[in-house]
């Protein structure tokens, strides 16, 4: 079968580091690191472990980092090479192990990522493992499996840019009928937002900060309104069909990106004041209560801390890798509370303990929520440039989400 692998070189890596800066297809032309290449299926790592059939295979903005050479070398102990890229996903069940539960071939599914303690075979899960939750686990590079943090970046599992991959039973969560492909393949987008809503969820009274509408700042106003929050949410934008979608979504106010910054209209709509230092932005006194960092530049990470009113909070949503004159004064000065988020795990919601990803499939169902709308393009796996293209190029594509199309499986 064909997919598209990410392979270990270093000659390839300086090279495209460097012409890529220039002529950014050369991420992902003849010599680069990321080829389209006939492959084995992958083979199931253990008794536990199901192989699904790919409908879609969505590309995230951390997949785009990663062919774009831009993540910390330090998640290369995470990856085994050459791996099939893709996370994002939903199929259908073809194989199953003995061990595999009530998981049965034909069943729809969406496979969480994460390759945590339970995946790895790990007799004795570790501390986050067991409290659920997943995307602490310290055992990623470690046990059964080669090293990686998820599917996607690890060479046992493949990956959901190609026609099929294996996960493991406690990975996979059934589409309920009623639910779309289209919606179902960006359930993990929207958990990885709500993810991070739910670190520091907002009371009724506070005013929210989103910066960025892109899928993880969309996602973020409709898990916020899916899990009935109140509070008022100003959300930057940085094109018009983007602050239509946040609207659309539930968002308070829309903050179009200007060249001036986002401190003036902040100030204006939350009351704040803006002062104006010997050198450098004006500085803002007041602010947001809640804000969270959806975009993962060093110019958003500035924004969410000097944005944020004294004693408030900054979760960190965005992948940040290493920034570079970012002025971390306001974490002191203002004694704000930065959390990081990543990914998904288990949360606590009216009461009981839900999987991310669960949560977001039960809001499907219910009708909260309908996330199709922000698939906006789709692809064959052999048209993959173009679909970099697209998906690099937002503002002059209306691009929120794409992904590759596969066709049906015939059993």
């Not at 069943?107 to 409290?131: H, K, N, Q, Y």
């Not at 059964?144 to 099929?164: E, F, K, Q, V, Y």
């Not at 308070?252 to 060249?259: G, L, Q, W």
Request: net charge positive; charged share 15%; with cysteine.
């Amino acid at each position: 079968m064909k997919a598209i692998q990410l392979i270990s070189s270093i000659p390839r890596y300086a090279l495209t580091k460097m012409v890529g800066r220039l002529y950014q297809p050369a991420f992902w032309g003849p010599l680069s690191m990321l080829q389209l290449r006939e492959v084995p299926e992958p083979a199931l790592p253990g008794p536990e472990w199901v192989k699904i059939h790919t409908h879609y295979g969505g590309i995230c903005g951390s997949d785009l980092h990663t062919i774009q050479l831009q993540n910390s070398p330090a998640l290369s102990v995470f990856t085994s090479f050459p791996f099939t890229l893709g996370h994002e996903s939903v199929g259908t069940v073809i194989e199953v192990g003995p061990q595999a539960g009530d998981l049965r071939p034909g069943d729809r599914v969406v496979a969480e990522g994460l390759l945590p303690c339970a995946t790895r075979g790990i007799a004795e899960p570790c501390a986050p493992c067991r409290r659920g939750e997943f995307s602490r686990c310290r055992h990623l590079a470690e046990g059964t499996l080669a090293p990686g943090m998820s599917i996607g970046a690890c060479r046992d599992t493949g990956g959901s840019w190609s026609p099929c991959f294996v996960a493991h039973r406690s990975q996979v969560f059934r589409v309920p009928p009623n639910v779309s492909d289209e919606s179902a393949v960006l359930v993990d987008a929207f958990a990885s937002a709500l993810h991070g809503v739910m670190l520091r969820f907002p009371a009724d009274h506070e005013t929210v900060l989103i910066l960025g509408a892109g899928i993880i700042g969309l996602c973020a106003i409709a898990a916020l309104r899916a899990a009935g929050s109140r509070a008022r949410i100003l959300v930057s934008a940085r094109y018009p069909f983007q602050a239509e979608m946040a609207q659309k979504l539930g968002a308070s106010e829309v903050i179009r990106t200007e060249a001036g910054g986002l401190a003036a209209p902040l100030a204006r709509i939350t009351g704040g004041r803006l002062y104006k230092p010997l050198l450098g932005r004006d500085v803002l006194v007041g602010g947001a209560d809640v804000t969270y960092e959806c975009i993962g530049s060093a110019r958003s990470l500035n924004d969410s801390l000097s944005l944020t009113a004294s004693g408030g909070a900054v979760v960190l949503v965005g992948l940040a890798s290493t920034p570079h004159g970012v002025d971390w004064t306001p974490i002191w000065l203002k004694e704000l509370n930065v959390q990081g988020s990543f990914w998904c795990g288990t949360e606590t919601f009216q009461g009981r303990r839900v999987r991310t990803f669960q949560l977001a499939l039960d809001w499907l169902a219910e009708g909260r929520i309908d996330l199709a709308p922000l698939l906006t393009h789709r692809f064959r796996l052999e048209k993959y440039a173009q679909a970099f293209h697209v998906a690099t190029h937002k503002g002059r594509y209306h691009t929120i989400k794409a992904a590759f199309a596969f066709q049906p499986f015939q059993g």
